[in-house]
């Protein structure tokens, strides 16, 4: 080989970098989960049209103490849309829709509809959002586990069907799981590595969380419960270890949501009692009150609370084929490896327990998520979603354990059956656009059976 040759390798080296590799991974990843999304909205509701579009006028004019217009709040959606159909309404010259009617009329009354390229301005910033918060789902991953289960997390994320239809609806839900999502990441690595950053990290996530729905709060707890664990696991006991382990990380949390709770909502600026007040009432309204509109369950319309089970059966057929058997998978190989009694290459097995203890908060996410869901009253499929997207992440690491079990050291083997599982994800979710809702898990008996469910 001559110098010219040597030189040539190793600028060919340097050019396909892994750092390059995984830069232009993070722009198809970002494209992948944006397009979808922004790409011909269907929001029916129009609600938080109304209420962004009158949100950002009162911010702007310095009306801050008008700026509740919901117990959720909803005020990251709010800045967000608002500031896109601010800036629509800027370029088109055009007089905004919601001129015409108050913030709190009932769009499905409303006579005049809003054009479709004005529901556009106000969905497409959603997207933005919770396309930058895939590409930050796998940059955590990459970090918690390995560049594969991120890999195939990240995707099967931005492809996942009911992940997608409620991100082209102008709605609150998209937005909290994928911040939760977030938060509970960052707290995942704060857990591991005990840096600063990553809990400011968490806490402003789970700030802006909270600002778009209340159940976000569930993040508070979830937090307590993985650092109690670390405690009771290790041994440590004492007040010391339990003030510097528990209760000093969760106070720093709860302080830097606090604060961008405060600073991100105009009312906290000069009316705080007024925006609490809201919050405290749509806390106790939801607990206990039902629904307004009727719910098709187990075949019956139900117009009161439909109980414990409605959430596992619209988690059953929300959840995408993948999604469910790869869970499946995953879990059967996660149980073999902890009950796997032979001594033989210790250090892998050993291996495998750490990754599979690294999942296991986000089953009590999961878990936990849906169990306080299930207390109160008003009840939706869509509210299902916050717990739906660690599922997914656990269904990638079952597929990607799946492929490495099966492959063995067959590289080529290996990718081509982890591709598999986001390829199929695509082949279900993509030919449905616009309307991504109307997939139903054909492993849980598809739309005849979710009729009668």
């Not at 590595?193 to 993040?219: D, Q, Y």
């Not at 600073?263 to 600026?269: F, N």
């Not at 063995?408 to 279900?428: E, N």
Request: hydrophobic share 55%; glycine share 8%.
């Amino acid at each position: 080989m001559t110098e010219n040759d040597s030189i040539g390798r190793a600028k060919g080296s340097r050019f396909f970098s892994p750092r390059l590799g995984r830069g232009l991974f993070v722009a198809i990843l970002f494209l992948v989960a944006l397009l979808p999304r922004a790409v011909q909205p269907v929001s029916r509701p129009l609600v938080w049209y109304l209420r962004s579009a009158y949100f950002i006028e009162d911010t702007l004019s310095g009306d801050w103490a008008s700026t509740v217009y919901s117990e959720h709040p909803g005020v990251t959606l709010m800045w967000l849309s608002g500031i896109g159909l601010k800036v629509f309404w800027a370029l088109s010259g055009i007089r905004p829709a919601a001129s015409t009617v108050p913030p709190d009329f009932e769009p499905i009354h409303f006579s005049g509809p809003v054009p479709l390229n004005e529901i556009a301005a106000a969905v497409v910033p959603l997207a933005l959002l919770i396309a930058v918060g895939v590409v930050g789902v796998y940059l955590l991953l990459r970090r918690l586990f390995d560049e594969s289960t991120a890999v195939v997390g990240g995707l099967l994320l931005a492809l996942s069907p009911y992940f997608i239809a409620q991100s082209k609806i102008l709605h609150l839900d998209a937005a909290m799981a994928t911040l939760m999502l977030l938060s509970a990441l960052a707290m995942m690595v704060y857990r591991r590595e005990r840096g600063w950053a990553w809990l400011v990290l968490s806490g402003g996530l789970g700030g802006l969380a909270l600002l778009t729905k209340i159940p976000a709060v569930f993040l508070v707890p979830f937090f307590g419960l993985i650092l109690l664990t670390d405690l009771a696991v290790e041994g440590r006991r004492a007040i010391k270890d339990l003030f510097f382990s528990v209760a000093g990380p969760l106070v720093v949390w709860l302080l830097v949501a606090g604060i961008v709770y405060v600073a991100a909502w105009p009312v906290m600026w000069v009316a705080p009692g007024k925006g609490i007040a809201a919050v405290r009432w749509g806390l106790t309204r939801h607990a206990t009150t039902a629904h307004d509109s009727p719910t098709l369950f187990l075949g019956e319309v139900v117009r009161d609370d439909p109980g414990p089970l409605f959430y596992l059966i619209s988690l059953l057929f929300r959840s995408s084929e993948i999604e469910l058997l790869f869970l499946a998978v995953g879990a059967a190989l996660g149980l073999g490896a902890l009950l796997d009694p032979q001594p033989a290459a210790r250090a892998c097995q050993a291996t495998r327990k750490q990754t599979i203890t690294d999942l296991l908060p986000l089953l009590a996410f999961a878990v936990f998520y849906l169990g306080q869901m299930s207390l109160g009253a008003k009840k939706m499929p869509r509210y299902i979603l916050p717990a739906l997207l660690p599922l997914t992440i656990l269904a990638a690491a079952g597929a990607v354990a799946w492929a490495k079990a099966l492959a063995g050291k067959r590289r080529f083997a290996r990718l081509a059956l982890m591709a598999l599982p986001v390829v199929i994800q695509g082949a279900v979710s993509l030919p449905r656009h616009p309307y991504y809702g109307t997939a139903l898990n054909w492993l849980a008996g598809g739309p005849p059976a979710a009729a009668d469910a």
